[in-house]
């Protein structure tokens, strides 16, 4: 028997029970906004950023190999403290410098000897006795493959577009700036899927209901991330408004939530091309009010190759950001393949993260225990666990390695998913000149130390008579805090001038409501 291939429907579904014969073909990807490799327009454009690498405490005594943008390289730290990002492959024979010796200046091949700086340069390709001078020539004339790079707080970064093009590095100020007593500490954790769909999940707020707080097995929920489990604000979905701002180069959003008929949570998320995140204050409980909370966790999802990516960043800790002080306590869970605030992010359960959030959370009985954690997320104790509570890891890497965007069916909520995608395509394609790397470098050379919306607040605002009218007010709240926090950033205010002004401004528009 024939197929008719016009029958089959490239995977959109025919709106016929049993159809799903009809759907078997799958569409392409998304190339312009999932392939990052050396020549393509994505790979390119995110190569012109300063690039997290790979975690400090990753460059031990011996070298780091490390794969990004499909390209395979080598990180050290030579033994007077210089950081080394080399291709990996010696350019003598291509042995790979992943087993290189770290000298005091630079790494020497394990093969054949050759020693090479920091920048590439060849400092000396052993010779016979008698022939140095000749060695030493050749020498001369021989470079390996580098990328200029430095550390920051944990972590390793690097600037791997054209050398003559070097940006600066945006030293965010509601970021690195951290409150007394805070402190930036790195994590990095691997996800194995196309970055897009890790970035998209950044913007996906409405996901935090379904995938956080409840379980495919009854009795195996994971605590909330945000406040104790079954506390009022976070077991209704949030209202998610999406603003493009900073000219296009970066998207804003708010969620909204009613705490109760005095008081509302607004919570601002921002995007910033090409590929990072900042996320506002993760444990609150909406007890009291808040204003202008600032950032709590700043984050880059780096393409490992087309089907691997990583989560890298920074969670801000301490008294200023967190008062209840959770992220202190589980500071030791913050690094290489862990992170603190939700099992669930990384292949590897954490047993001990899931007892810390039931205590927090008052849980009577006995959870059935998390495993030892496992090195492969498909090991079958990991696996059930997986399927009993699956966190952002399985849904997002159940997505394909590649996600298909044109099977997708969107919703409202999905607004920011579109939009940070569309702000994507527009700057690779040249359609938003202020969003190409040249702009942004212009853009950090005239403020290097740019601010941005994030933000968490707890306002002293009424709630409406009907819910139509909540709504209504929601979004009006919302539209306004943006638009004064874009006055603020067009005003050029900075630190404490731009709190005050942040201030005394929803001191006024809570009044507005009374």
């Not at 799903?20 to 995110?46: A, C």
């Not at 090479?116 to 493959?145: M, R, S, T």
């Not at 990583?310 to 950001?321: E, F, H, L």
């Amino acid at each position: 028997m024939s197929v008719n291939k016009a029958d089959l429907t490239a995977g959109r579904p025919k709106l016929i029970p049993y159809g799903g014969y009809y759907s078997s073909v799958i569409p392409d990807t998304e190339p312009l906004l999932t392939e990052s490799g050396p020549g393509t327009p994505l790979g390119d454009y995110m190569r012109r950023f300063w690039q997290p690498v790979c975690l400090s405490e990753e460059l031990t005594d011996t070298p780091r190999y490390v794969e990004l943008f499909g390209e395979e390289l080598v990180a050290f730290r030579d033994l007077s403290g210089n950081v080394g990002v080399l291709h990996a492959h010696c350019c003598h024979r291509g042995a790979s410098l992943e087993y290189g010796l770290v000298k005091e200046q630079g790494i020497m091949c394990c093969y054949h000897g050759w020693v090479f700086d920091v920048d590439g340069k060849c400092l000396e390709v052993p010779a016979a006795k008698g022939e140095e001078a000749e060695g030493e020539k050749f020498a001369a004339g021989v470079w390996q493959p580098a990328y200029k790079a430095f550390e920051r707080s944990g972590l390793v970064f690097a600037y791997m577009g054209p050398p003559e093009e070097e940006p600066a590095f945006p030293e965010w100020e509601d970021g690195f700036t951290v409150a007394d007593g805070d402190e930036l500490v790195a994590f990095s954790n691997y996800q194995d899927c196309n970055w897009l769909q890790v970035q998209d999940n950044s913007a996906d707020q409405y996901h935090h209901i379904p995938l956080h707080t409840t379980a495919v097995v009854p009795g195996h929920e994971q605590s909330t991330t945000f406040g104790e489990a079954g506390a009022a604000p976070y077991l209704v979905r949030p209202d998610l408004q999406f603003y493009p701002v900073n000219e296009g180069r970066s998207m804003a959003w708010t969620s909204s939530r009613r705490i109760d008929d005095g008081k509302i949570f607004i919570r601002i998320n921002q995007q910033m091309l090409p590929d990072i995140s900042f996320h506002s204050y993760l444990f609150e409980t909406g007890e009291a009010r808040k204003v202008f909370s600032r950032l709590h966790m700043i984050r880059w999802t780096v393409p490992v190759n087309d089907t691997a990516s990583k989560m890298i960043g920074w969670r801000v800790i301490g008294p200023g950001i967190d008062p209840r002080g959770i992220g202190v306590a589980l500071k030791h869970l913050i690094g290489f393949e862990t992170i603190d605030f939700l099992d669930g992010q990384v292949s590897r359960r954490r047993p001990e993260l899931q007892k810390y959030w039931d205590a927090k959370a008052g849980s009577d009985g006995e959870r059935v225990p998390f495993p030892v954690p496992q090195p492969d997320h498909r090991s079958r104790e990991s696996y059930k666990d997986a399927q009993w509570a699956p966190g952002d890891y399985e849904a997002i890497i159940s997505q394909r390695p590649i996600a298909v965007h044109s099977l997708e069916n969107p919703m409202k909520a999905d607004g920011g998913v579109y939009m940070f995608r569309k702000l994507l395509r527009d700057a690779l394609s040249g359609d938003n000149p202020n969003a190409s790397a040249s702009a942004f470098n212009e853009w950090f050379k005239k403020d290097p130390t740019p601010s941005v919306y994030c933000q968490g607040n707890i306002l002293m605002i009424p709630g409406a008579k009907n819910l139509p009218d909540e709504v209504a007010r929601r979004r009006d709240i919302a539209d306004k805090i943006i638009a004064l926090n874009t006055e603020s950033l067009d005003s050029g205010l900075k630190g404490a001038d731009r709190v005050a002004f942040i201030n005394e401004k929803y001191a006024e528009l809570e009044k507005s409501y009374d």
